[in-house]
């Protein structure tokens, strides 16, 4: 999709109700639903953390957004594929600037040069007992992306008419986070398999776009 026309769609986007579970459950197995419910006590003194889903012109002026390969390390989230974000810091005065603040410091684009279309709903991450709230977001120009060498392994940049297409739709056995092997929902964007919390948000983004332009 040419960035002009993604642009002219923002109001669209701004005032379309949000899907919220109707689209994360599509990208969830059977287990996490009964999981959340049986974590209501948790999610309640979960901890906070925001990611921004960030579209912007690529050099062909076609529309793309960001996403990271982690590093492997011990944890969770060890070598798993999502957005720029971060958990809420002290200096944060808010989840949006905390989401902001991350992006710039793990790849690379300034503060100042993204802005804010709407926030998305929130997901809980059982293994880390996160609540991830994303904020949906664009800059005008190119980025010039830089990684954060000690936790970025790679930077994504994938085209939207890719991500939207439904052959990005995949199922993935996966090792979970419980060492349990399962079938999973998933988006296979440049070649990274996506699937999680990440896929639900991103589940989110495609069922929003869906309703605010055709693709081109």
Known sequence: MNFDTFLESISKIKNIPLPAESSHFKMVPPFRRELLRQQQNAIRHAKQAGVVALFYPGRDNKTYFVLILRKTYE???SAQVGFPGG????QDESLQQAAIRETFEEVGVPEN??????????VYIPPSNFYVFPYLGFAHDTPIFRKQEDEVEAIIEVPLHSFLDDDALIKKAVKTSYSVEVEVPAF?????????ATAMMLSEIKDLFKQAFVVT
């Open 188 to 196: 296979k964007l440049n070649e990274h398999t996506v699937w999680g």
């Open 87 to 90: 958990k809420l810091e002290e």
């Open 113 to 122: 040069t993204i802005e804010i279309i709407r926030d998305l709903s929130k």
């Open 75 to 77: 944890g969770v989230h």
